[in-house]
Nanobody, 115 residues
Framework: QVQFVESGGGLVQPGGSLRLSCAAS????????MGWYRQAPGKQREWVAI???????NYRNTVKGRFTISRDNAKNMVYLQMISLKPEDTAVYYC?????????WGQGTQVTVSS
């Protein structure tokens, strides 16, 4: 079973940028869709962005135009480029496969947007 390890989070000022990385322990070539999720304190985990094996993307309305999801199947990596970050983006960010490719959640990576 493929597992995912997130990295790249940190503390950034409002308006700043971060790029998150998701390293898979095995091939993601055949995973039809990968997604990024986030969970803020006291809130449920929410879907942020999705990318299919064909490169089709979709985004949560609150991040559309600011976040870009991408995948590199040759490197078994998924990325989330985030710009114009807002305090409301503060959360632990996770990656995972969709549908039958979903596995146990990892530790995620903390993103804190604050002055």
């Amino acid at each position: 079973q493929v597992q995912f390890v997130e990295s790249g989070g940190g503390l950034v000022q409002p308006g700043g940028s971060l790029r998150l990385s998701c390293a898979a322990s095995g091939s993601i070539r055949s995973i039809y869709a990968m997604g990024w999720y986030r969970q803020a304190p006291g809130k449920q985990r929410e879907w942020v962005a999705i990318i299919t094996d064909l490169g089709t993307t979709n985004y949560r309305n609150t991040v559309k135009g600011r976040f870009t999801i991408s995948r590199d199947n040759a490197k078994n990596m998924v990325y989330l480029q985030m710009i114009s970050l807002k305090p409301e983006d503060t959360a632990v960010y996770y990656c995972n496969g969709l549908g039958g490719y979903q596995v146990d959640w990892g530790q995620g990576t903390q993103v804190t947007v604050s002055s």
